[in-house]
């Protein structure tokens, strides 16, 4: 069985300032790594994934995350963050194997104040 | 090209109705999802396909049922609807040698 952590349910930042929104795993077999970002009342966006390769993974709007097999942990970050970036954010692994089915964290809302 | 479609978009059903919440891809994908999303939370699995013809049940699978008749399709039936069941649902859809998951745009469904 796998498990995902997002260990800060809401993180409040300035505009400009730089974030980091933490998310821990754990699994007994080799796996996929996301971040999905969700607007209020819509679907999931991908932001990022990691499936193999360098651990630091750059996504869309200017998102990356770094990927730390021996700390289970893939941590989403952003140097300079907008107004527009209020959202909330899922972490979520999937096994490469078997159903390859999603378990996600509970999410952090992201609340980007001017 | 329109990948996972999902309908209806919103609902609202009494207790003790049925319904049918439909997902179809146009990806030739094998496996099919659904997710359910409860307010504030992630998404739990509710049930998963890896072909026509194969089910097997998620994390969250009391009160509802699925079939999967061909690869495109693959809905879910919830036979008594019961306030718990309140909540955003997400089928999505996966090749197996690419990642991620395609996900529907959901179905917002209410049960009073």
């Known amino acids: 069985a796998q498990s995902v952590t997002q260990l800060d349910s809401q993180v409040p930042v300035f505009e400009e300032a730089p974030v980091e929104l933490r998310c821990n795993y754990s699994?007994?077999?080799?796996?996929?790594l996301f971040w999905y970002v969700q607007y209020p009342n819509q679907g999931l966006q991908l932001l990022l994934k990691?499936?193999?390769?360098?651990?630091l993974v750059k996504g869309i709007n200017g998102f990356e995350a770094e990927f730390n097999k021996s700390q289970t942990s893939f941590h989403l970050r952003k140097p300079s963050v907008h107004i527009s970036d209020t959202a909330e954010y899922f972490c979520a692994v999937s096994e490469d194997t078997g159903r390859r089915a999603l378990t996600f964290g509970s999410g952090t809302r992201l609340q980007v104040q001017p | 090209n329109a990948g996972v479609t999902q309908t209806p978009k919103f609902r609202i059903l009494k207790i003790g109705q049925s319904m049918t919440l439909q997902c179809t891809q146009d990806m030739n994908h094998n496996y099919m999802y659904w997710y359910r999303q409860d307010p504030g939370m992630g998404l739990k699995l509710i049930y998963y396909s890896v072909g026509a013809g194969i089910t097997d049940k998620g994390e969250v699978p009391n009160g509802y049922n699925v079939s999967r008749s061909t690869t495109e399709d693959f809905p879910l039936r919830l036979e008594l609807a019961a306030p718990s069941q309140t909540s955003v649902y997400f089928c999505?859809?996966?090749?197996?040698?690419?990642?991620?998951?395609?996900f529907g745009d959901g179905t917002r469904l209410s049960i009073l």
């Open positions: 699994s007994s077999v080799s796996v996929y």
């Open positions: 990691y499936l193999s390769g360098s651990t």
């Open positions: 999505a859809s996966l090749d197996k040698a690419s990642q991620p998951q395609h």
